[in-house]
């Protein structure tokens, strides 16, 4: 009973002591990176508050002032050294900054994979935040806190003269052999990267979609709906050997033009629910519904062997 009370009581002073720093903490100004329109948080003996900043259409890093358990307020903006003391006790990484995306947040790519996927368990692109003065694909130093990656500044340790042949080779729209000799992978997947249309990106890097908004997400879905049509009708002719050229959307069903594995080139209806066809745009007597797109092309790549064709 006694051992039982006693637990009881240390749970009773972890507590009040955890409410008392807490306290005490609300009570001063705090560092901490902002994105616009997003929440910012700040850790009390382990434990993290996320609170609202005012003004909401503030970006960048702030010195905050808690207003309460919910809110705080931005004093001023945080100076380089103060940002600079915050980074440091974090993992470092260089990265390629690739696209920008919204505001100070930009794609990037590792400059070395092993390292950060040694840190994340992931070497593909990643969102940096808040980046500063920063141009495509410019090397750049960013700082790991365990959730995101934050920008810190230029890799002094980049070849200059690289990242101007890259941009060079970007507006040109390929790379040249003498430029393309001296690139690491790294360096070469962010130049594709950086060549590639954003909307091609972000159907690819699902972690982007939630950058997005309105009519952009609506594009969005739209293209991957597209796409995953074109990819079922593809999938279907060529497991039977044929090849899809192209497609259109006539309403209550799809004008697919594909050809046969001998080469001959056909237009045919395909009904959206089922994939069975419609119209053939041969002589199937009357038996076009009996098939779907896949079978389809077995029968038309032995037309000759049936009377009807």
Known sequence: MAHRK????????????????????????????????????????????????????????????????????????????????????????????????????????????????????????????????????????ARWDGASWWFEEEDRRADPIQCMQLRESLEQGQLSSSVEKGLTPESKEAFALAKAPLLELLLELPM?????????????????????????????????????????DRGEFWWVEWSSPKGGRHHSAIAKDDFTVISAGICLSGMDDSFDLQALVGVVDKADDYAWY
Request: contains cysteine; positive net charge; proline residues 6%.
């Open 6 to 141: 006693s637990k009881k009581q240390a749970i009773t002073s972890l507590l009040e002591q955890v409410a008392l720093e807490e306290e005490a903490r609300l009570q001063e100004p705090f560092l901490a990176p902002c994105l616009k329109g997003s929440c910012i948080r700040l850790r009390v003996s382990g434990l993290v508050h996320t609170l609202r900043p005012k003004p909401r259409n503030f970006e960048g890093w702030g010195i905050f002032q808690p207003q309460n358990y919910k809110d705080a307020r931005l004093v001023e903006e945080a100076s380089a050294p103060q940002v600079s003391e915050y980074l440091k006790s974090l993992p470092q990484a260089p990265f390629w900054l690739v696209k920008p995306l919204r505001g100070q947040t930009w794609l990037a790519y590792p400059a070395n994979r092993s390292d950060v996927r040694q840190r994340t368990g992931s070497e593909g692109p990643v969102v940096l935040r808040l980046v500063k003065n920063a141009s495509v694909l410019e090397r750049v130093v």
């Open 208 to 248: 982007l979609e939630h950058l997005l908004h309105g009519k952009d997400r609506q594009q969005l879905s739209e293209e991957q709906r597209r796409r995953n049509i074109h990819r079922t009708l593809e999938d279907a002719l060529l497991q039977a050997g044929g090849t899809l050229h192209n497609y259109q």
